[in-house]
């Protein structure tokens, strides 16, 4: 029940950039005063300031429904996200987005959900669902959808098409504000992208690159999550830039959201001397008076929606408030775990290992070839590299191409999880694996299975530990000398995409797999299975593999 009260504590003020003793009354969920007291009058140095907000972030990405999200979240002082739900949209179309608003509205904190621009990414790939313009302008016209999504079809956007424009205009027509997404377009093309009213991006990998989008008048959000890791190659726009500038995950798997969330980028950007007030505007202010959100930001008459930390450089999280209600304190979340229903879409059959086989007649009748495609994982970030490799860099036996791990080159395969077709096959160097394999039903942005492996026993293994749990993520070893396999596997029966367990366990669980994948499998990857997840994302170059084949994502054919 919400509870009238007033706190003390130095003020960080935003707005008039000082830090001041102030005494906070709050009545009704509102901040109803805020006076400026004595400095004799504060019983303890505490620092009270608005909370951090998620500028851009797939929910599903932590593999926790959104109330589980909330409940973690809140202890690192997030009181709200701007929240593309395309990924479940990917599966279950607009029943996917209505179970995000709904399952979110459980709990006390501020989700504002967009409508997803691209479903599907491309038309290179089988998604479980297509939104098109008149599907998209009919969530636009909710209060609950603040904002259309990350237009990732940025070639749609440059030659006109049709549907595309049309679904930036009833934005705009709307009211309401157009998330970019486009990775390394510069020059005249990133000039034309944003004229066409587009006004954020989080894909910017390099300085450069983000300098060229602010000249035309974009906003950039610096991006820091589970895969993808751009803080220090943008963080010192922040200086220049103070008012265009906002933080964001993006993609934040269960085990980091447990350890922090935009907090850790307010403590990293001031340990790096840039100024406080700057870094507070990129966390707090900026998403709210650019996506129009209903979060208070420490005024009179606003929402009480603010935090309590232990100081101003670690941004220690000891209170948590949301509409004036204690939502987190001292490490503990408030929030109580809600009943959660289960939507899916999976429709396939277990595989065998001769469903992997890669094959030297995929050639036709050429047996001799030379070179093989593959594509370079890139630790940190989502753009890939493509690798021309001679033939001898896998192993040739049978007609057959394998994995060879002794060069690090394996195979990596792709399955349509909505109804049984032929395996995609390719190769993949960096993920390190000495044996076994990895699989997940968390593969961007359609969410087929992905796979890596060794061998075409393990891959298939994996694999069918997904398809037995109707969605999940999984590694599992081969027996050595006598013994037996060892397996895990991560159930997520909501769209394949997130559990419908407490958040924490979740977290705990994750940790396991993730451990298991590096100490026992040997992959040398931070993040292998966040990594594992972007590498069927047709949109980010420059060489990936959807279901139906591996893809040039810079002339956006299949190779």
Partial sequence: MMKDFSITGLLTDVHQNKIYPAEIKVKKGMIESISEIPESQLTTQIYILPGF????????????????????????????????????????????????????????????????????????ETAGAVLNANDVESLLKRDEIKYLSEMMNFPGVLFKDEEVLKKIETAHKLGKPVDGHAPGLRDENARNYIAAGITTDHECFTKEEALDKLKYGMKIIIREGSAAKNFEALIELLNDHPNE????????????????????????????????FKVLKAACVNPVLHYKLETGLLRENDPADFIVVNDLK??????????????????ESKIKSVKTEIINQFAINIKKPEDFIYH??????????????????????LITNKLILPVDKVVVKNKQLHSNPENDILKIVVINRYQDAPVAKSFIKNFGLKQGALASSVAHDSHNIVAVGVDDESICKAVNLVIEKQGGISCCC??????????????LPVAGLMSNEDGYKIAADYTAIDKMTKEELGSTLGSPFMTLSFMALLVIPHLKLSDRGLFDGDDFKFI
């Avoid at 933080?247 to 790096?272: M, T, W, Y």
């Avoid at 081969?478 to 159930?491: D, M």
């Fill in 53 to 124: 907000i998620d500028s851009h972030v797939h929910i599903e990405s932590s593999m926790l429904v959104p109330s589980e999200f909330a409940r973690l979240a809140v202890v690192h002082g997030t009181v709200a996200t701007v929240s593309d739900p395309h990924e479940i949209a990917n599966v279950c179309g607009i029943e996917g987005v209505n179970y995000m608003i709904g399952n979110g509205k459980r709990v006390p904190f501020k989700f504002n959900f967009g409508a997803p621009s691209c479903v599907p990414a491309t038309t290179f």
């Fill in 245 to 276: 500038i906002m933080f964001c995950s993006d993609d934040k798997h269960p085990d980091s959201l447990a350890e922090g969330h935009i907090n850790q980028l307010c403590e990293r950007a001031v340990a790096k001397g840039i100024d406080l």
């Fill in 314 to 331: 670690k941004f220690e999280v000891l209170k948590t408030f949301i509409n004036g209600e204690l939502v987190a304190e001292n490490g």
């Fill in 360 to 381: 030297l007649d995929k050639w036709g009748e050429e047996e001799n070839i030379e070179e093989i495609y593959a594509i370079e994982a890139l630790d940190g970030q």
């Fill in 478 to 491: 081969p027996p050595s000398s006598g013994g037996s396999w060892r397996e895990a596997v991560l159930a």
